[in-house]
Structures are given as structure tokens and as C-alpha cells.
């Protein structure tokens, strides 16, 4: 192990209470929080959330779904299910698949969990992927959510727009999906200004439309950490002053470490941290959103369909490159990590690509 990946392990022990897995990455993958000795899981630990990931084995083996546990173990539900013979309602290589199976699928991975230790995997050097490799649909972003975000960027673009009184809404296209350790793609004849933006990313699970806000938590599947990874130039000269090329740049949304089914926190009050290069850039509570969750998620669906594995990245909080004195961008080989508590820590390496 170099000495970067291992004083960054040794760095992110004492907080690695809202990250439980232990899972170093293969050499082409930064490593992930190193995490205290846990209890082995029991049963009681399949009544709690889950932590459902998307990984590949080391031997090639295709993608896969799986539960990390509190004793830093993971439950390959592809290999766990061929052990047992076991049927599933849903495609245990496919995290949308099992989104789409609601409440029965979440019961078949508890079962699963439940099973024998020998249907996990002990070999820590998996790969994690984006829990959500390949999106179905773009992923639908919220700006300017956090009021100090929003005044920030006024005091940048000098102008006098009252604050929205609804969300606003823009996408981000599937091919900026990334994995909540793979490097993030830095060129210069495409952009010079990329920004990092720490947010909360809601997980839908069902179809739905006109949501009500009062029903809008039935609708979640769970939660995850996100960086919706802006090329500033990109977004703000060229292209009319639309975001969503500035926004959709191949590799520029890293996410994970893994969804953390509902019901294991209040998403109104995270801990969500953005550093680079081990300076804290961004530092703020979910609570602080100016749209809560149920909001979003019922001005989304008004006349506008929503389906399993939807990604919503839900704003992100002040302290942007872009707004600051002088202006800060990333460059090649600095290092973004984006932590939520609750949920995980995704970092990822700014790296210049020919």
C-alpha cells in the first residue's frame, strides 16, 4: 500500500462511525474509510436500513448487488442467492431491479442476509461501481436549495433575482454517473473551472405522479451521497448560460458509497461535508435545505412521471469554488471527498485525462 492510501485510511478512522464497511479498492481505485472493529451481524441487523451497493469482484466477475454489514463484511446477493437456490422477485445484479421490487424485494435481501456467513465476501479488494451504475433517465438536480448558495452566487453575478418560489429544476445526463472512488476527468479543452457541489441524492422507489407532498416519503427508497461536479465555464459562458452541459460532463457526478434504505435517519438533519485536499470547503446540515424532501419530490412529480431508481440531487449548500475570493478550481490530482453522515464518504481524484 503507498503512503497516500495509507495515511488517508489512517486520517478517516476517527470518523469512520457513519461508515461502517471496510472494503479496500484494487490499485486503479482510491481506498475507501478505514472503520473500527464491529460485532458480527445478526438477525436484529436485518430488521435495521440497508446498505445496498453496486460492485464487481476482482476476478472480472460481471456487476453485482450487494448489503455491506456493521462487521465489514458484504452479502454478494447474486452469489448468496445461487448458494441457497433461492428465486428472487428481481435481478440481484441490478440495483434498479430491486428498486423496482418495492417492499418484497427488500424482504427477500433481509432473508438473504439472515443466511450463512458463507455466502459473503470475506475478499476485501472489491471495486465499487455508483450504487446506480446506469441510470435509466438523467438525474434530476435542484439549485440554488441552500439560501446562503443562492446569495453567493448573486454576490458573483452582480444581479437582484428574488429567491424562486419553487424548486429549480435541471438534469444532469447518465454518463455523468461515477463511482464513489474512481477519478474524475480533467480536460483542459473541454473545461479549466470544475467546481465541486456536496449533496444528499434521494433515491425514488416507485412510480409515481402529482405526488402529494404528504405522501411524497412514500416515494423514497433511500439516500446516498452525491457531487454534482460543475464545469463553471461550461455552464455560465457558453451555451446561453444553461446548465446542462456544464453539469453533465462525463464522470462529473460521483456517487455512493452505497443507498441507505429509508428509515435509518432524518434526511432533515445530515452532516454534509465537502473537502479538497483535506480542506473543508463546504460544511452543512440537510436541515438547512430551504425545499425539504417532500417539497421536491411533490413540485417534480406535478404532471411529470417519476420511476424506481430516479436520482434526485437535492442542492448543495454554500462554499463553492466559484463564489469564492479569489476563485478556487479543482486540477489534476487534487482530491474531492464528499461526506454525509449517515450515509458515507465518497473521494475521488481530479485526474487529466490525453
Not at 434521494?202 to 423514497?220: C, L, Q, S, T, W
Not at 479538497?276 to 421536491?296: C, E, H, L, S, W
Request: aromatic share 8%; net charge negative.
Amino acid at each position: 500500500m503507498d503512503k497516500t492510501r495509507r495515511s488517508f485510511i489512517t486520517s478517516m478512522a476517527a470518523a469512520a462511525a457513519t461508515t461502517p464497511l471496510i472494503l479496500s479498492a484494487n490499485a486503479q481505485t482510491a481506498a475507501s474509510p478505514q472503520a473500527p472493529a464491529a460485532k458480527p451481524a445478526s438477525a436484529s441487523d436485518a430488521d435495521s436500513a440497508l446498505k445496498l451497493l453496486s460492485f464487481k469482484l476482482q476476478n472480472g466477475s460481471p456487476a453485482r448487488i450487494g448489503v455491506a454489514l456493521a462487521d465489514g463484511t458484504v452479502v454478494d446477493l447474486v452469489a448468496e442467492a445461487a448458494r441457497t437456490g433461492k428465486t428472487l422477485s428481481f435481478d440481484p445484479s441490478d440495483m434498479v431491479s430491486l428498486i423496482a421490487a418495492g417492499d418484497a424485494g427488500l424482504v427477500e435481501v433481509r432473508e438473504l442476509v439472515r443466511g450463512d456467513a458463507a455466502g459473503r465476501s470475506k475478499d476485501t479488494e472489491i471495486v465499487y461501481l455508483a450504487p446506480i451504475p446506469d441510470p435509466r433517465r438523467n438525474i434530476y438536480a435542484v439549485g440554488w436549495n441552500y439560501l446562503e448558495h443562492f446569495a453567493e452566487g448573486q454576490a458573483v453575478r452582480m444581479t437582484d433575482v428574488k429567491y424562486p418560489e419553487h424548486p429549480v429544476f435541471f438534469t444532469k445526463g447518465t454518463h455523468c454517473i461515477n463511482g464513489p472512488y474512481d477519478s474524475i476527468p480533467f480536460d483542459p479543452k473541454v473545461s479549466t473551472m470544475i467546481d465541486w457541489e456536496g449533496e444528499l441524492a434521494v433515491i425514488i422507489g416507485k412510480h409515481g405522479r402529482n405526488i402529494p407532498e404528504a405522501e411524497a416519503m412514500d416515494y423514497v427508497f433511500g439516500y446516498s451521497v452525491i457531487n454534482d461536479t460543475t464545469a463553471r465555464d461550461v455552464q455560465n459562458a457558453r451555451h446561453g448560460g444553461q446548465w446542462f452541459k456544464g453539469k453533465s460532463l462525463d464522470g462529473h457526478g460521483p456517487m455512493g458509497p452505497w443507498i441507505v434504505t429509508k428509515g435509518a435517519f432524518d434526511q432533515n438533519d445530515l452532516h454534509l461535508v465537502t473537502r479538497v485536499n483535506g480542506v473543508v470547503k463546504q460544511d452543512a446540515n440537510t436541515g438547512q435545505m430551504y425545499f425539504k424532501v417532500p417539497r421536491i419530490i411533490a413540485e417534480l412529480s406535478l404532471g411529470l412521471t417519476l420511476e424506481p431508481g430516479d436520482i434526485i440531487a437535492s442542492g448543495t449548500p454554500p462554499g463553492v469554488g466559484f463564489a469564492r475570493k479569489p476563485q478556487e478550481f479543482m486540477k489534476p490530482g487534487d482530491i474531492m471527498e464528499t461526506e454525509i453522515s449517515g450515509i458515507g464518504i465518497i473521494r475521488n481524484e481530479i485526474k487529466a485525462v490525453s
